[in-house]
């Protein structure tokens, strides 16, 4: 069974595109955000926040030319959002150098 390395490895080989890695970084938040005011039963603006995060991650993989990673399997749900802090920590502490082999 693979396990979280992989699945955000192939995340990663999804997501290059600068505008596709924004689109995700500002959707996945809002639909989380939608979940939570639906379950709040604040659900006008609930549903419109959802709806308005999924039309975002589509856009960016439209601009990507790729389809969703979800499309491959239900596992991607959970692993969009934690993609999505990974980013955001590289973003502000810089990314974590992997040792390269002496040439």
Known sequence: MPNLDHYMGQYDHEHHNPINKAMHAIGIPIIFAGIILLV???????????????????????????????????????????WVLKELKEAIFGRKRTASAPQ
């Open 40 to 82: 709040m039963t604040v659900w006008k603006w609930g549903l419109a926040l959802f709806v308005g995060g999924w039309v975002l991650l589509f856009v960016g993989h439209r601009i990507e030319g790729n389809k969703p990673a979800f499309f491959q399997g239900p596992v991607y749900f959970l692993v969009g959002p934690l």
